[in-house]
């Protein structure tokens, strides 16, 4: 392979940047300077779709109408346990206006699904209307043998529980992130455990310990609620399927919808133009996506199935509970010497309930042991929840290093720096604390009235992670068109924007001059939305292929100026030659001189580029100020500082609101969200939005955000996601904050009023 030698900058703005080389193939662009130096990159620049979006010009899946759609509908089951004898289904099928329905096995060799939880889907009907679907589904009539159930994690552990499974249990992981580990044994509920990469010896590192500390933590089930529910229309009217979808993945449903219904992947074309959220959940057809492919196929017409909120928090995903207990040995100096972690936690009928690899990977500690287990309960299945498994293990473990550092007498911040080697975090640390101005934190509960305050702190830590499987087609069109095309999907993160910066920086013009069609898998393909992946595969990608389109672009115009096609450059809608600033072309003039109609380049993404790293993890550290009412209970959180880094933050206003957003949630984590299941019918009681609580405009403090430029030299964009790492360090943060204000440790969220008074011994 050809190679060229470039310059791309290397360190953190605000601590040291360098220059530094790197090799790489020919067919890569030259590096580009810092932020500051650029001209559409790593500004403020308004989301090319936002007007379609206020103004309702957007169609969203749960909008659209199709020719000839009939309208989905789900019968679930009211047991959380049982077996079907019998589905008589004539009544509805003779219903006039009704098309056809659909049994939803759930196992390859059972006849009838079996039911695992309470609102497990079990019938699917399709109708002319809401109405008749509604209809339809009451004359549906499902003889049950009800069976012994457990929804509690504590209770499904025992081994007299009723059991959920009764053979091993695999599950493939998705592009969410979510950890799921094979070949693990199961007894009675409990499957385990995933012992990760243990290291060192714990006796000893416990015996050679000053401190030695042990304590457990507790964390809820939280449901998604993204704005939109889980969805799809499929219309399978011609030679194939097309899928309409709320997704995070259009080559994922591609994928998963042409292997069940046994199709060769371009019989099947999946369409996302816009999408109401998605946090992990919304990967692969899922039970809405199945139903509406059957019911299309069996009907010859399209069919449209939308979860409604009662299904959506039920059934369609949730972030898995956990029980850690964490014990840690250190010494007086700060150093770490053991740490030993075991967890339990209930995806419901699914897998990923772990608590992450950042206990192992945070801080330096020669001697580690995790023990991570699943346990089954008889309730909906979990999914990847924005950073799964990171955001518990966090909750636990820094709520942890800050006892640890009262116990030595040392300050937290210091004991950090003493502990964790990451260069990112201890800038991020020293950023925000700053920025916070930690040192007016004083001794834990030192307010004398009602009403304490409070301040604490908690970092977190998230892979970079891309994608090779991510191309972008550019094109230069005669009539003056940028157009840049890729199958992924922007899920509300402006995935689309970014694309338009990355090559309008390339090309030397506006971003608003860039045409982007997204979402569609007619396009080339790329990764789903998991994992925060998407815009460090995409981008190289697409930088890639814009830099090859104008290469050859650049071959036609040097003929025309008498110059050598090396010395031309591209800059404010004009061509010019470096050599003689008299030989110059405006790109709209080029382009209508051009022998073809167009200029096309395809390119995927590069390999990460050798060489030193600064560090390997995306760090980020987070300040709380909270308000604690020691009468009512009642927490307000009123600051949070947030120092993140993302590699090359390419839009400022996109990555500010990512972590707005990453914010927000994990103060209703903290605070507010808990799935409540009733232990006598195994049924959901607060599955609509007005008894699910979260987070409302009063609730949400201050936010400042301290966005670090954080240059790692790995591909021609260095730029990295922040949606996992946004929401992770929050909760801790908060819980940290409030033993500061009263002094008494909850190590259990959500801290309710309720909580806070028993601490108190009020209750």
Excluded at 41 to 66: C, F, P
Excluded at 421 to 428: D, E, G, M, T
Excluded at 515 to 532: E, M
Excluded at 555 to 577: C, N, Y
């Amino acid at each position: 392979m050809d190679t060229k030698k470039i310059k791309v900058p290397y360190g953190i703005v605000g601590e040291r940047i360098q220059e530094v080389e790197r090799e790489v193939p020919v067919s890569e662009p030259d590096g580009w300077p810092v932020n500051e130096k650029l001209k559409q990159v790593g500004k403020s620049i308004k989301r090319l779709d936002a007007e379609a979006k206020v103004t309702g010009l957007a169609k969203y899946t749960s909008d659209m109408q199709l020719p000839g759609m009939l309208v989905g509908k789900m019968l679930t089951s009211d047991n959380p346990s049982a077996t079907v004898q019998s589905i008589d289904i004539s009544a509805a099928e003779s219903l006039p206006g009704v098309f056809g329905l659909h049994i939803m096995q759930n196992e390859e060799d059972s006849e009838y699904p079996i039911i695992r939880y309470a609102g497990q889907p079990v019938v699917a009907v399709a109708a002319l209307n809401e109405e008749i679907a509604d209809e339809a589904i009451s004359l549906i009539k499902v003889t049950y043998e009800k069976k012994p159930f457990v929804v509690d994690v504590e209770k499904a552990m025992s081994p007299e529980a009723p059991i959920v499974y009764d053979a091993p249990v695999e599950q493939e992981a998705s592009e969410g992130g979510e950890e799921i580990a094979e070949g693990l044994k199961l007894e009675g509920n409990v499957r385990g455990p995933n012992v990760g990469e243990p290291r060192g010896e714990l006796d000893k590192g416990f015996a050679s310990a000053d401190v030695v500390l042990e304590n457990t933590y507790k964390t809820q089930v939280q449901t998604h609620n993204s704005l939109e529910t889980h969805g799809m229309i499929v219309d399978w009217r011609y030679d194939g399927a097309i899928i309409y979808a709320s997704t995070q993945g259009t080559q994922g449903v591609r994928d998963e919808f042409a292997d069940l219904f046994d199709l060769p992947r371009s019989k099947v074309r999946v369409i996302v133009e816009f999408m109401g959220g998605g946090f992990g959940a919304k990967h692969g057809l899922g039970t809405h996506g199945k139903a509406a492919g059957y019911l299309s196929k069996k009907t010859g017409r399209p069919v449209k199935m939308m979860a409604s909120r009662k299904e959506e928090q039920i059934s369609q995903g949730n972030r898995p509970n956990s029980i850690q207990k964490l014990k840690i040995g250190a010494k007086k100096n700060g150093e770490l010497t053991a740490i030993e972690q075991e967890s339990y936690g209930t995806a419901g009928v699914g897998l990923g309930a772990g608590v992450g690899g950042v206990a192992q990977t945070m801080y330096n500690c020669p001697n580690f042991r995790t023990k991570q287990y699943d346990v089954f309960t008889h309730a909906g299945p979990g999914a990847a929840w924005r950073a799964p498994g990171a955001v518990q293990g966090v909750f636990g473990l820094e709520q942890m290093i800050d006892e640890i550092s009262e116990s030595i007498n040392m300050d937290p911040i210091e004991l950090r720096d003493k502990s964790d080697a990451s260069r990112v975090r201890r800038a991020a640390r020293k950023m925000g604390a700053e920025r916070f101005d930690w040192s007016r934190r004083t001794p834990k509960a030192s307010d004398s009235g009602p009403i304490k305050k409070g301040i604490g702190m908690a970092q977190s830590s998230w892979w970079r992670i891309y994608n090779y499987n991510a191309t972008v087609e550019v094109k230069l069109l005669k009539d003056g068109a940028i157009e840049v095309r890729s199958g992924v999907q922007d899920i509300g993160t402006g995935t689309k924007t970014i694309l338009a910066q990355v090559v309008a920086e390339e090309f030397g013009v506006n971003t608003n001059d860039i045409n982007v069609r997204i979402g569609d898998t007619l396009f080339p393909d790329a990764p789903g939305s998991g994992g925060s992946q998407v815009t460090a595969s995409i981008t190289p990608a697409a930088r890639k292929a814009a830099y090859q389109v104008k290469l050859k672009l650049f071959e036609s115009v040097a003929t025309r100026l008498e110059t050598k096609p090396s010395s031309l450059k591209m800059e404010d809608g004009s061509i010019f030659s470096i050599d003689d600033s008299s030989k110059k072309i405006l790109l709209q003039d080029a382009l209508k001189e051009l022998p073809v109609s167009q200029i096309v380049a395809t390119e995927s993404r590069t390999p990460e580029y050798e060489g030193d790293y600064l560090h390997w993890d995306l760090g980020s550290a987070q300040f709380a100020e909270v308000s604690v009412d020691t009468e009512t209970g009642f927490i307000k959180v009123d600051k949070v500082v947030a120092a993140h880094s993302c590699g090359r933050p390419l839009n400022i206003r996109q990555v500010e609101s990512q972590i707005n957003g990453g914010i927000i949630q994990g103060i209703s984590y903290a605070l507010y969200e808990d799935r409540i299941l009733d232990r006598n019918t195994g049924h959901m009681v607060n599955h609509s939005l007005d008894t699910y609580k979260t987070t409302y405009g009063a609730d949400i403090p201050e936010i400042d955000i301290v966005l670090m430029e954080d240059y790692n030299a790995k591909s021609s964009t260095d730029a990295y996601g922040i949606g996992e790492p946004a929401n992770i360090a929050t909760a801790a943060a908060i819980a940290n904050a409030v033993y500061n204000a009263i002094g008494e440790r909850i190590r259990e969220i959500p801290i309710t009023p309720d909580k806070v008074l028993k601490a108190l011994g009020k209750v």
